[in-house]
């Protein structure tokens, strides 16, 4: 079962009862606890629900509105994973290198670790992204160019046209899922495919990917284990998860 259908099913049984318990999640949709945490997790992150101790409840109960479009700047309570990833990921920029930022939550964390002491550029398909990082004196920005969305990003074909056309030293990608067995993916083919030319016009790609996304599959593949080089996640990423993919000489940086 894809982790869009067994979220579904979460907010299935949510919209019937006001409530789920974790535990007999686990038990009927026949996967861990862990995997039920890390599903209440994504799901209070986009506004769907509110976690409580050992279950969840629906926001109708606790009166919360999911914006139409959620973007970096609407971030009120700062995840201090994705925070520390997002530092970590600024300590592999070097000097004169061009890089790829895009439009997440990780992806906006990161620009205030950017270091500001040397040149290098940046190229974005999110004009939110953009428009923060031209106050930088020491950075050159570019802008991709596409169809703006709600949430400011841009992904079509104007995009991986451009994107076949010009040459990265290193790419940030921030958010997909990840599974030994299946390698990357992401819940949207739009995005799926943009990361994944983005990967093919990088020297060099670090996956930025939070506990949340460890061990989990999605629908859209992006690329195999074996197309990584190296990941950053969190120390709560499953333990498990990381040694299989350790095993398959994929460097894991924890932090």
């Given at each position: 079962m894809f982790i869009e259908e067994r979220q579904q099913l979460i907010l299935d049984e949510l919209s019937k009862n006001k409530r789920v318990i974790a535990a007999e999640l686990s038990k009927s949709l026949n996967v861990s606890i862990d995997t039920i945490r890390r599903d209440l997790i994504i799901?209070?992150?986009?506004?769907?629900?509110?976690?409580?101790?050992?279950?969840?409840?629906?926001?109708?109960?606790?009166?919360?509105?999911?914006?139409?479009?959620?973007?970096?700047?609407?971030?009120?309570?700062?995840?201090?994973?994705?925070?520390?990833?997002?530092?970590?990921?600024?300590?592999?920029?070097?000097?004169?290198?061009?890089?790829?930022?895009?439009?997440?939550?990780?992806?906006?964390?990161?620009?205030?670790?950017?270091?500001?002491?040397?040149?290098?550029?940046?190229?974005?398909?999110?004009?939110?992204?953009?428009?923060?990082?031209?106050?930088?004196?020491?950075?050159?920005?570019?802008?991709?160019?596409?169809?703006?969305?709600?949430?400011?990003?841009?992904?079509?074909?104007?995009?991986?046209q451009f994107l076949q056309n010009i040459k990265i030293d290193l790419a940030f990608i921030a958010g997909p899922c990840i599974s030994s067995q299946f390698g990357l993916s992401n819940t949207s083919f739009e995005a799926a495919s943009l990361q994944t030319a983005v990967m093919n016009s990088a020297r060099e790609t670090i996956w930025l990917i939070p506990n949340t996304k460890f061990g989990v599959e999605s629908l859209s593949k992006i690329a195999d284990i074996k197309d990584i080089s190296r990941i950053i996640t969190d120390c709560e990423a499953v333990e498990d998860e990381v040694e299989k993919i350790r095993n398959q000489g994929i460097d894991i940086v924890i932090v």
């Open positions: 799901l209070e992150e986009n506004n769907l629900l509110k976690r409580t101790r050992g279950g969840a409840v629906s926001n109708d109960t606790v009166k919360i509105t999911k914006p139409k479009y959620f973007t970096g700047r609407d971030i009120k309570d700062i995840n201090p994973y994705y925070d520390a990833i997002a530092e970590k990921a600024c300590y592999y920029i070097k000097e004169r290198e061009t890089i790829y930022i895009g439009g997440t939550s990780i992806d906006y964390l990161m620009i205030k670790h950017l270091p500001l002491n040397i040149k290098y550029t940046v190229i974005t398909n999110s004009i939110i992204t953009a428009d923060e990082l031209r106050k930088f004196e020491n950075v050159d920005v570019y802008i991709m160019p596409g169809k703006v969305r709600g949430h400011g990003n841009m992904r079509d074909s104007l995009t991986l």
